[in-house]
T-cell receptor
């Protein structure tokens, strides 16, 4: 089946630093990837849709200058949290959409736990 | 616009008992519906999905769900709960590849 990886799985950083999270589709090409944020005991909230070769589409209320998304290839999307602050601490999950014809199914990465001190 | 409502944020069953997790959706187009399971500090794993065709969908680990258009429901069931089923479960509806998730249901299985 389709496999999506994320790196790193866990990161702790100081307030004010930037953190980059990678999302890779390992065995298929993904023209569209999604970035979600999940707070403890809560559901996944879509942050942005990442399209290969074009600008990401951000959901309402998500700061595009704060959360930089780059989808430079068909197998890699990156999320950079710029000037991170403690309130950015969360579980970030990416997913990749399987090419059309497979029911809009998404495969999820294992998530990245970000802790900002 | 699409939305998902999961009735019951916490469900507790005894090992061996029936599991029923409820999900109602709204969608302006014929929906694609999914159930995912999440274990602590992990991503989401697909349990099953409904796209078209048969309304009773069988998934992994003995779970199944039935799509009922008239009731706009997609409830998840398992005849006999195992301790390993204890986890967070999310129902999701997808349109044009963009998924909307319910708030989740925490399933506890008592020995």
């Amino acid at each position: 089946g389709a496999v999506v990886s994320q790196h790193p799985s866990r990161v702790i950083c100081k307030s004010g630093t930037s953190v980059k999270i990678e999302c890779r589709s390992l065995d298929f090409q993904a023209t569209t990837m999604f970035w979600y944020r999940q707070f403890p005991k809560q559901s996944l909230m879509l942050m942005a849709t990442s399209n290969e070769g074009s600008k990401a589409t951000y959901e309402q209320g998500v700061e595009k200058d704060k959360f930089l998304i780059n989808h430079a290839s068909l197998t890699l999307s990156t999320l950079t949290v710029t000037s991170a602050h403690p309130e950015d601490s969360s579980f970030y999950i990416c997913s990749a959409r399987v090419p059309s014809g497979m029911g809009n199914e998404q495969f999820f990465g294992p998530g990245t736990r970000l802790t900002v001190l | 616009a699409q939305s998902v409502t999961q009735l019951g944020s916490h469900v507790s069953v005894s090992e061996g008992a029936l599991v029923l997790l409820r999900c109602n959706y709204s969608s302006s187009v014929p929906p694609y519906l999914f159930w995912y399971v999440q274990y602590p500090n992990q991503g989401l794993q697909l349990l099953l999905k409904y796209t078209t065709g048969a309304t009773l969908v069988k998934g992994i680990n003995g779970f199944e769900a039935e799509f009922k258009k008239s009731e706009t429901s997609f409830h998840l069931t398992k005849p006999s709960a195992h301790m390993s089923d204890a986890a967070e479960y999310f129902c999701a509806v997808s349109d044009a590849g963009k998924s909307t998730f319910g708030d989740g249901t925490t399933l506890t299985v008592k020995p």
